[in-house]
């Protein structure tokens, strides 16, 4: 369970929910993560650069992204 709050969806600014109504359609709910960064625009803006400049860059393999993701949820007790 998150220590703060993450926004509700329907009250986040329109670039943002529609960030958070894709990750609902492709994983049932919007990420938790996503969510407490949406408290603050600017930085949710920021991170979801920081993943697209990844994404773009193709320094980092997607399978290598998505192993690295998942041993990181694991070691915060992530459920995902």
């Known amino acids: 369970m998150a220590r703060i709050d993450g926004v509700a969806p329907?009250?986040?600014d329109d670039g943002?929910?529609?960030v958070l109504?894709?990750?609902a359609r492709k994983w049932g709910v919007p990420l938790a993560n996503h969510l407490l960064y949406a408290r603050r625009?600017?930085?949710f803006r920021g991170?979801?650069?920081m993943w697209t400049g990844l994404d773009a860059s193709g320094l980092v393999d997607a399978k290598l992204v998505a192993l690295i993701n998942r041993?990181?949820?694991a070691l915060n007790g992530c459920e995902f």
């Open 21 to 23: 109504d894709a990750q």
């Open 71 to 73: 041993r990181v949820a």
């Open 47 to 49: 991170v979801r650069a």
């Open 10 to 12: 329907d009250v986040a």
């Open 41 to 43: 625009p600017s930085i």
């Open 16 to 18: 943002i929910r529609a």
